[in-house]
């Protein structure tokens, strides 16, 4: 992205310089012909007006593909920028309600189980007080990992803010969903940054939702029944998952 802002850049300079030539050759055309008061034929007429534009074409032409190829390429990251949270490179909020709606609305997908997770890192404030936010946000990036590691494609994988996270399991059983939830509390329980020569770790609480019996849901559904479930795990000591069936 960066690259292609500073190959706009150039793209511009370029069109300048390819402006001032044209001036400059058409004011020089002009300047010539007072000049010399030039008597010339009908030949050297047509053949001076074409000059400019010969000598000029490939640069002009050059310019507006390059102008074209830019403004495409970079149309193409800002949708991708709008979609994804960009200390954790996962989908943002936004895009993953997007991503499960999707899922959902398909007709196909309409009676299938699946599990939905909400993921909050225990404490983390405290790591922020101790360490300071950069260390937050290296711990949050960690755990961005974790989770794509952990629940790859076709699981989608958000951070819907803060230190809240999501995981969306298609056609996940009740028991697939369990086995995640516990992999992934152990992995961040074991997990440790570095930062000023210290060892951070930062555990995690998850609250599972899981739509059973293939009953037409709402992802809005879905959020809260997870939601009551992370109280819950919060509330019987961080650290573990707690599972509300629906
Ligand atoms: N470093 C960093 N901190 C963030 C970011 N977004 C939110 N926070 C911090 O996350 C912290 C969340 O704190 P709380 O809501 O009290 O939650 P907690 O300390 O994890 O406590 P429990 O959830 O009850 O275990 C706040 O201090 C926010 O400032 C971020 O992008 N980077």
Redesign the pocket.
């Known amino acids: 992205m960066r690259e292609r802002l500073q190959n706009l850049g150039r793209v511009k300079l370029v069109g300048a310089i390819t402006l001032a030539a044209v001036v400059l050759a058409v004011l020089a055309n002009l300047f010539i012909s007072w000049l010399f008061d030039f008597q010339t034929t009908w030949f050297e007429d047509v053949f001076r007006a074409a000059v400019i534009p010969i000598f000029l074409a490939p640069l002009l032409s050059w310019y507006l593909v390059g102008m074209f190829y830019l403004l495409d390429s970079l149309e193409k990251d800002m949708s991708v920028l709008a979609r994804i949270d960009s200390?954790t490179l996962l989908s943002n909020r936004r895009y993953f309600y997007q991503q499960t709606s999707d899922w959902l609305a398909t007709e196909s997908n309409r009676s299938r189980v699946y599990a939905f997770f909400i993921l909050?890192?225990?404490?983390?404030?405290?790591i922020?007080d101790q360490h300071g936010?950069l260390c937050?946000?290296k711990m949050?990036e960690r755990f961005g990992v974790v989770l794509q590691e952990i629940a790859p494609s076709p699981n989608i994988v958000g951070r819907l803010g803060?230190?809240e996270f999501a995981v969306f399991l298609p056609n996940a059983s009740q028991q697939e969903a369990e086995n995640l939830a516990v992999r992934i509390c152990q992995t961040m329980r074991c997990s440790v940054i570095e930062w000023d020569g210290e060892k951070v770790s930062c555990s995690v609480s998850i609250g599972v939702s899981i739509n059973m019996n293939g009953q037409k849901s709402t992802i809005e559904n879905a959020f809260k029944y997870a939601d009551l479930a992370l109280y819950e795990a919060?509330k019987s000591g961080?650290d573990c998952y707690r599972v509300y069936l629906s």
Not at 120 to 126: I, Q, R, T, V
């Open positions: 200390l909050d890192l225990d404490f983390f404030k405290g922020n936010h937050g946000d949050l803060g230190e919060k961080r």
